[in-house]
């Protein structure tokens, strides 16, 4: 059955710092993996994803994933964290159900916590 | 383009009531589906629509349906209503049902059940 894990509840990092969110998945097939944020109140925003081509996936706001199939790794990345981007981060891959499927499986999700 | 729109934004019923939930996927969208978010189980995925078929059903209770209207615009209906089923529903929609394709989300709908 296809999973990601997210292995860490919180992430704090200050103003200006790189970050990174870790997720790894577990898949068979090909993965197709997504990066989604959350802001309080709010529904999921997409930021990113993996189909196929570089492993160096660039986003929106600055963010960027490395997809790394040895390491069976999809981590979130950022240069220089920014105080707004305080939120949750959901990593997801979609299903394999033998046909066309749009359902997602997602981990738990990382609070990410910027600090001025 | 307009995004994924979800009415009511906020609903308070009582236990053995019913509720239906509506979902307005981005013009030019097919593919809605709908997920449940709780602090204890976190995104689970509830069903998917397309072409007002049912593709596809995720792990929940009878009381939990949906369906999909000619125009793609989405309903999703709870009977008998549990304290348990306090969430925010999430809707996505997507061009077709493709693996590859990118689902965007609504704002959501909180159900608190009292």
């Known amino acids: 059955a296809q999973s990601v894990a997210q292995p860490e509840d919180q992430v704090n990092v200050a103003e200006g710092n790189p970050l990174t969110v870790k997720c790894t998945y577990s898949v068979s097939g090909n993965p197709y993996l997504f990066w989604y944020v959350q802001y309080p109140n709010r529904g999921l925003q997409f930021l990113l994803k993996?189909?196929?081509?570089?492993?160096l996936v660039k986003g929106s706001y600055g963010f960027e994933a490395e997809f790394n199939k040895s390491q069976t790794s999809f981590h979130l990345k950022k240069p220089s964290a920014l105080v707004s981007d305080s939120a949750l981060y959901f990593c997801a891959v979609r299903d394999f159900y033998g046909g066309a499927t749009n359902k997602l499986i997602f981990g738990t999700g990382t609070l990410l916590a910027v600090q001025p | 383009k307009a995004g994924v729109t979800q009415t009511p934004r906020y609903l308070i019923k009582t236990r053995g009531q019913q509720v239906t939930l509506s979902c307005s996927p981005i013009s030019g969208h097919r593919s809605v589906s709908w997920y449940q978010q709780t602090p204890g189980q976190g995104l689970q995925f509830l069903f998917e629509y397309f072409s007002e078929t049912q593709r596809n059903k995720g792990n929940f209770p009878g009381r939990f349906s949906g369906r999909q209207f000619s125009n793609s615009r989405s309903e999703m209906n709870v009977s008998t209503l549990e304290l348990g089923d306090s969430a925010l529903y999430l809707c996505?929609?997507?061009?077709?049902?493709?693996?590859?394709?990118?689902?965007?989300f609504g704002p959501g709908t909180r159900l608190t059940v009292l």
């Open positions: 996505a929609s997507s061009r077709d049902p493709d693996r590859t394709d990118t689902q965007y």
């Open positions: 993996y189909i196929t081509g570089d492993n």
